[in-house]
């Protein structure tokens, strides 16, 4: 059996295809176009999310740095007298330089302070520190690394004497400051 094409069927076959097209074309611009627009303000919130993730990550990290130079600054200014710290880090310097401390003696006297010179409200705590060391290197390194401690500490007074070649003996005085009215939690 053979068909002929006549023209009526070539324009129904033309009709069929533009009516395909049109239904394709319209079907999704007006049934995808919610779906487009959903598809959109999902990224806008997804990007909006984002965003306040990365914040919140940043104001972690930067709560995190805080915390860590709250930390700092105990160590260096704490809020009491905190003896045993400056104490510990003495005698870890002993060992560790091969020093011998022969007495550390809380000063008595009343400290006067000129508050030019000083921060307002800086509490102050004055050591007498006594020891020997078998050179003069040895107690210059002593003296450096006890000024570059940690914690905040000035060298008020110091005498020495070298009476043998392989001997110094020291007394130094040690200035360390608290601050009672800040607390840093």
Known sequence: MIIKWEKNYFLYLLLIIVFLIAT??????????????????????LATQQRLLDQLLKADKAEEDWLDEAEKLRSQLPTEQNVDQLIDSVF??????????????????????????????????????????????????????????????????LEYQQPFDDQVSSNVTIRAFYNENVLIY
């Open 24 to 45: 394709g074309y319209y079907g999704n611009r007006l049934l995808l176009s919610e779906d487009r627009q959903s598809l959109t303000d999902s990224e806008e919130v």
């Open 92 to 157: 870890e310097l002993e060992e560790r330089l091969d020093v011998t401390i022969t007495r550390i003696t809380k000063s008595t006297e009343p400290i006067i302070l000129e508050q030019d010179d000083y921060p307002h409200q800086i509490n102050i705590i004055d050591y007498q520190l006594s020891f020997e060391t078998v050179s003069l290197e040895g107690f210059n390194t002593f003296i450096r690394e006890l000024n570059d401690m940690e914690r905040f500490v000035e060298l008020i007074q």
